[in-house]
């Protein structure tokens, strides 16, 4: 959120204008109608900074992403972060996989075991897995203030070792925007009966 504080000619009062971003949930009519009486000097006029500044609310705000925008957006960037998970464990690409998940993430896999970030990165490394198929879909994303949940099916094959494997799944992924990015803190993968 913005704030700009500014006062009028031979008046000692002060305004402040407050533009709103597309996550707080209030409706721009309202904004429109505060900004309005608070643009209101003594005697009913707006001074020329405040309707300049309600000018530029309106116009940003024209221009900014709806709600619903933000959401498809949001969604999007988290389907292809997903995306790009399954990429980076099909070529071991372990930098990326450790650019995607937070420092205290937790995953559990299908058989119950849980290993923490040192650990699930470790396992990438292991020379003995070798990755041949990595497939994701049927992925549903909910998102609430700065976390977000990205439910789906995956279907993964390959060996490790000599031992060849196949699964057909689902997964629930919880990613939080911190310092500016969408970071995964908890993976949990369940299989399919067949």
């Given at each position: 959120?913005?704030?700009?504080?500014?006062?009028?000619?031979?008046?000692?009062?002060?305004?402040?204008?407050?533009?709103?971003?597309?996550?707080?949930?209030?409706?721009?009519?309202?904004?429109?109608?505060?900004?309005?009486?608070?643009?209101?000097?003594?005697?009913?006029?707006?001074?020329?900074?405040?309707?300049?500044?309600?000018?530029?609310?309106?116009?940003?705000?024209?221009?900014?992403?709806?709600?619903?925008?933000?959401?498809?957006?949001?969604?999007?960037?988290?389907?292809?972060?997903?995306?790009?998970?399954?990429?980076?464990?099909?070529?071991?690409?372990?930098?990326?996989?450790?650019?995607?998940?937070?420092?205290?993430?937790?995953?559990?896999?299908?058989?119950?075991?849980?290993?923490?970030?040192?650990?699930?990165?470790?396992?990438?490394?292991?020379?003995?897995?070798?990755?041949?198929?990595?497939?994701i879909g049927e992925m549903k994303v909910e998102l609430y203030a700065n976390t977000a949940i990205v439910a789906g099916s995956y279907h993964t094959k390959g060996s490790y070792g000599t031992k060849p494997y196949e699964h057909f799944g689902r997964f629930t992924d919880t990613w939080v925007?911190?310092?500016?990015?969408?970071?995964?803190?908890?993976?949990?993968?369940?299989?399919?009966?067949?």
């Amino acid at each position: 959120m913005v704030k700009a504080t500014g006062g009028y000619a031979g008046d000692k009062s002060k305004v402040a204008i407050r533009v709103f971003d597309s996550s707080m949930r209030i409706s721009r009519a309202m904004v429109d109608m505060i900004m309005l009486k608070q643009a209101r000097t003594r005697r009913g006029k707006p001074s020329t900074i405040v309707a300049l500044a309600l000018c530029f609310l309106l116009t940003s705000g024209a221009l900014a992403q709806s709600p619903k925008d933000l959401y498809a957006s949001e969604s999007a960037k988290l389907e292809g972060l997903e995306r790009m998970w399954n990429q980076a464990q099909l070529s071991r690409d372990v930098a990326a996989i450790a650019s995607m998940i937070g420092d205290k993430f937790i995953n559990t896999e299908y058989d119950g075991e849980v290993s923490d970030r040192k650990k699930f990165l470790a396992d990438f490394k292991d020379p003995e897995y070798q990755p041949a198929i990595m497939n994701i879909g049927e992925m549903k994303v909910e998102l609430y203030a700065n976390t977000a949940i990205v439910a789906g099916s995956y279907h993964t094959k390959g060996s490790y070792g000599t031992k060849p494997y196949e699964h057909f799944g689902r997964f629930t992924d919880t990613w939080v925007f911190q310092e500016g990015k969408w970071v995964c803190v908890a993976s949990h993968t369940s299989l399919l009966k067949k």
